[in-house]
């Protein structure tokens, strides 16, 4: 419903009316004079017929087209495109006819124009006088490409950061479970070592082969300790790994046992060894003793507190680059795909003057699909698949469908339709 003109409240406010209660036959007079006017602009306007206004919208359509005539008329002229020879003399003299004629439109002159503009339409085509002025356009061609451009910028940053961290996280696991794997072998090897010990002490064995076992147990022991040695910078190394990962939101619930099992022990050592240097009398020789068996005891809480650390440690990076592999790298190639293809068509289409504001929101569709399709791709496409597909890694995957996501709505249309086939079948 049309809004009422700014000159009726104007009118109502105006000092002529707010000081009504002074008698003045003049004011008065021409007060009611401009608000007669007024009630007949009002009602010109509010009681128009649908057809009147049809009649309008029409005719602005039409000098809008005009209007794209006559820059399409320039545009071809200027990027030297060749057009049907007359086409441009038959338009401007359509246009011309029209123009004389605003107020009382001629059916044969506007049919002359609707029919060169057709012609002049269909040469250009996909250009439309919306994509031409778009297109060369400065502003919203570099808005068309500038957040695209920022976006697959920033989403090749975090996906070269995040595959960096990834192969460093792989690797420090796969050493670390390499060292396990020493430590191990190297624990049951002292452990058989033991068993033998046991069997000659109960048999009665030379004492040349018991001290040929206890020399062979301390070579073990000592590297079983050189072992768990190398092991400890990896397990220092993974765990700052994690810290990064994780932002520090995720704190290692055996972290806090080691550090208090560390203080206790350093404390007891600390103790034992001045105990130790102030022993005189036995009594005091006891108490020594008995702390450094403290000690000793505390060493093996300690060493076992850190195992299971090291354990715990091991299972969440586990868990992360399980995660990192299987979501994360697929979303992000999925939307790099995305938007290589938007970047891809948007530059093409800027080049050749098809380039419109709808394309823009498109691409915002685009990119939600893409990202979809490289994350869905892998699950909804089995590895043995046939084609050129089978032959792909799954993270190629991800980023070809986001590229070209038809592929993956292509694989979903045939498998519905091979089960609605079945579904009529039956």
């Known amino acids: 419903m049309p809004s009422l003109p700014m000159d009726y ?32 602009r009002l009602k010109a306007r509010f009681s128009r017929s649908p057809e009147s206004l049809s009649e309008d919208v029409m005719h602005k359509n039409l000098q809008q087209c005009m209007a794209d005539a006559r820059y399409l008329i320039a545009f071809t002229v200027s990027e030297g495109r060749k057009l049907e020879p007359g086409l441009i003399d038959k338009l401007v003299q359509a ?18 124009f609707w029919a060169a503009y057709h012609q002049l339409t269909t040469a250009l ?33 975090a996906l070269a950061g995040l595959q960096a961290m ?15 794997a020493l430590v191990d072998a190297q624990s049951k090897a002292i452990v ?15 004492i040349a082969d018991q001290h040929a076992v206890d020399s062979e147990n301390r070579v073990a022991s000592d590297a079983y300790s050189e072992l768990v040695r190398n092991r400890e910078p990896l397990v220092e190394l993974i765990e ?59 060493t093996g809480k300690l060493k076992a507190a850190q195992v299971r650390k090291a354990i715990e440690i091991k299972q969440r990076v586990k868990l992360i680059l399980d ?20 970047l ?22 685009r990119i939600y699909l893409g990202t979809m399709a490289g994350l869905l791709g892998g699950m909804l496409i089995p590895p043995g698949t046939e084609g050129v597909l089978k032959n792909l890694s799954p993270l190629a995957l991800s980023f070809l469908l986001g590229y070209a996501v038809e592929i993956l709505f292509t694989f979903m249309d045939r498998l519905v339709a091979a089960f609605s086939s079945e579904k009529v079948a039956k």
Request: charged residues 25%; hydrophobic residues 40%.
């Open 9 to 40: 409240w104007a009118l109502m406010n105006s000092p002529a009316n707010m000081e009504s209660n002074t008698p003045n036959s003049e004011r008065d007079g021409k007060l009611r004079s401009r608000i007669a006017a007024l009630r007949t």
């Open 95 to 112: 246009i011309s006819g029209l123009d004389k004629d605003k107020e009382t439109l001629d059916a044969a002159k506007e049919t002359a």
């Open 125 to 157: 085509s996909p250009i439309t006088a919306e994509s031409a002025r778009e297109s060369a356009e400065m502003n919203i061609a570099n808005k068309a490409t500038g957040w695209h451009t920022y976006i697959a910028f920033a989403a090749f940053i």
């Open 166 to 180: 990834w192969v460093t996280g792989t690797n420090l696991y796969a050493d670390l479970e390499k060292a396990d």
């Open 192 to 206: 058989d070592i033991h068993a033998r010990q046991v069997r000659l002490n109960l048999q009665g064995a030379p």
């Open 240 to 298: 700052g790994w994690y810290g990064w990962m994780s932002l520090q939101r995720w704190p290692i619930s055996e972290a806090a046992n080691v550090l208090e099992l560390q203080k206790t022990l350093k404390q007891a050592e600390e103790d034992h060894a001045k105990a130790e240097a102030t022993a005189m009398t036995p009594q005091e020789s006891r108490e020594a003793a008995i702390m450094e068996a403290h000690v000793n005891d505390l």
């Open 323 to 342: 995660d990192m592999q299987r979501y994360l790298f697929p979303i992000l190639l999925g939307l790099l795909g995305a938007l290589t293809y938007i």
């Open 344 to 365: 891809r068509s948007v530059s093409v289409a800027v080049g050749n003057f098809t380039y419109t504001r709808n394309d823009r929101r498109l691409s915002s569709v």
